[in-house]
Structures are given as C-alpha cells and as structure tokens.
C-alpha cells in the first residue's frame, strides 16, 4: 500500500491518496516565503498517510526555500520529534509547548 502525496495548490491543501481514494490531507496558507500548516485530517491512521504528508510537504517547503509555520498540533508535534525538520520552522512561530 503507497500513500502518493501531492499539492493541491488550488484547494490551498497536501493530499494524500491510496489507489486513488483521498485518505488525508494538510490545509495551509502561504505568505511571503512561509507556509502556515493550520489543519490536518487523516482517515486511515496507522497506514503511515499522516507521516507522508508531513515529510512531503516540508521537504517541498525546503526545496522551495520556504520556512513553516506549524498552528497545525499535528505537524508541531511531527516536526519536534524529527529534529532534521526544525530549522524549516518561522523565527516568529510558537515552539511546541509555548504559549501565544
């Protein structure tokens, strides 16, 4: 089973797909150079789908020269257990755990 994850820039959202059925994706907003992951939905836990769309999502914000700013608990929480993923993260934005 493959989770194929791409941009769906017009839906301002990451989808993944298995065998062509939507099973999550990761809403964002884009400003400037920063990405702003605000809601993440998953319909098949335990099949690696939300880990894919995290991992694709912040490599093409890498690749894109883009920081992240993660409101999204899911991708803040991602990111502060994969410590090679913590440099993408905005200055400005609140670290796991820091208040507003």
Do not use: N
């Not at 912040?58 to 991602?78: I, K, M, N, S």
């Amino acid at each position: 089973m493959t989770v194929e994850v791409t941009d769906a820039p017009e839906q301002h959202r990451w989808e993944a797909r298995i065998d062509g059925e939507l099973v999550g994706f990761a809403q964002y907003k884009r400003h400037d150079d920063v990405i702003t992951f605000f809601h993440t939905e998953v319909e098949r836990e335990g099949a690696g789908v939300g880990g894919a769309l995290v991992r694709t999502s912040l490599d093409a914000a890498r690749d894109a020269g883009e920081e992240v700013h993660p409101v999204c608990p899911f991708y803040a929480g991602w990111i502060e257990r994969h410590a090679d993923y913590q440099d993408l993260v905005h200055d400005e934005a609140p670290r796991l755990g820091e208040e507003d």
